[in-house]
């Protein structure tokens, strides 16, 4: 379970997240809003890239805000990037090792953990090859695979279906809604695509100009008037 | 071990085994100096090849650095009785602290900024050096005397007095440094790197300690460097601060561009660009020897060059235009058979 209490931050005259308060109870989480509406500047203040000005995050019951940046991933954080950034010159088998290494996985037990999750992404067969040489989509799920591997406690996912055919969003709800059962962690989702988010997240947040504007289970919350207007503009594209 | 990895490490000791028992043969010994520097240089630029092809950061003071450990090196010879390899050591371990002191900004500088701080550590330390001079056998902390006459040089190791000798032991040491160098990126470190280079912040995220990596990087650079300016002192006996020009520190950014920043071979081919290439350009030519800045030209053009064709460099161009070459060999030759048969 995280905790977000009155979480406020500005950069100079702008204020990106605006008293937020809000709790993702577990399982798969949406937070969705218009662009500009603060998600990935919540998601940056999760990882330690942004500090707030304001406000508490606990997480699990402790204060999240407190560690060093890189010490999260080995509390168990991890994330995905709007932009993906598996590294392009290592293998997908080494993209994945690498974060169960740099987040205290010991080494007995890493040709298993990193087995297991690009078999849960389905990416076993191409272990060997060097993620420079894939396409996009396959990327996408190298990113997943980083995201999960070893003992996961939150994995946030930002826009993780940017620029995905149909197919292969499917796919990728598919591997999404099964994290929080294979690897025990919370999940935070971030994207424009409804549908996925309504096949995913049991719950939902929805943020707009950095304010928290409704949350709670997803069905209600798409059909909320405010959430309506302010993100949906209509009725009919819900 | 698999099928490539066994041809790789046959090529290597193929290679290794030519250079040290073939070429001392086959070559003068004015080349062999030649190439005796050459491998110095090669070992100075994996140090940079390193930072910029592995982590992404340009330095241009790898020569200040070279002075640094050519200078300690010559310190320690003179003032101690030490084994030449503990001496090696001792120039690599203190060029490391102060490459990884270099490193510093560079925690919070990047690209443009960072290539300029180190630049003003090379010409920095091209002021310095003239004032405090090269140790040649005197007293006191800086171990420099005024009077030239009868100075004794730099030793070398006893088993490697001649030029040939030292040629062999130059290379070896410097295949160690390599090993080192391999053994370093294929670990948590150059994956670590690696996730630097790619995106500082993704780096955060997957749990690397980018402060730590990226001055081990120096540290690890500026060692070998360190190591090469040792390997310098006992080459070339006496040095003056003449030899070391700020301005090396560019060409040699590159030359190591030139090589190939991606890979290890890249290295081989800068050292042997900065100083075989103007060897052979003032043997052939006596221009080039009037004119030594006119080689800073052709380099130039071949970092242009690189820049715009062959961004991994000529370690990986020359081997891809020769299997073009083969293949239109090939199709010209299945032409001109063609042609011939309806006659035949």
Redesign the interface.
Known sequence: MIEVEGLTVRFGGVTPIDGMTVTFPGGTCGLIGPNGAGKTTFFNVLSGFVTPAGGAIRAYGEDLLKMADYRRARWGLRRTFQQEQAIERLSVFENVAMIHEHSSGSRASRQSAVGDALAFVGLEDVAAQKVGGLGAGARRFVELARAVVGKPRVVLLDEPAAGLPEEQTEQLGQVIRAIPQHFGALVILVDHDMTLVSACCETTAVLDFGRLIASGPTADVLRDERVVGAYLGTEEAV | MDASTAVRVLVIVALLAFALLALPILLSDYWIVVLTEAAIFALVALGLNLLVGRVGLVSLGQIGLLVVGSWVAARFFFLTGLPFPIVLLISGVITGVIGTLLGLPALRLSGLHLALITLMFAGLVSIVIPTVNFPNGGGGVLGHTESSFGNPAVRRPSIAQSDPAYYRYTVIVIAVMFLLALIHISS?AG??W??I???E??A???????TFYKLWAFALASFLTGVAGGLLAGDEGKLYSIQFRTIDSITLLAVVMMGGI?SLWGAWIAGLLQQLVPALLNDWFGFFERNPDFVLVLFGVGILQVLVTAPEGLVNQVPKDLRNLGRLLARLAGKATGRSRPAT
């Open positions: 948590k994956r670590a690696a996730a280079r790619q995106s912040a993704a955060i995220a997957a749990g690397v300690n980018i991606y």
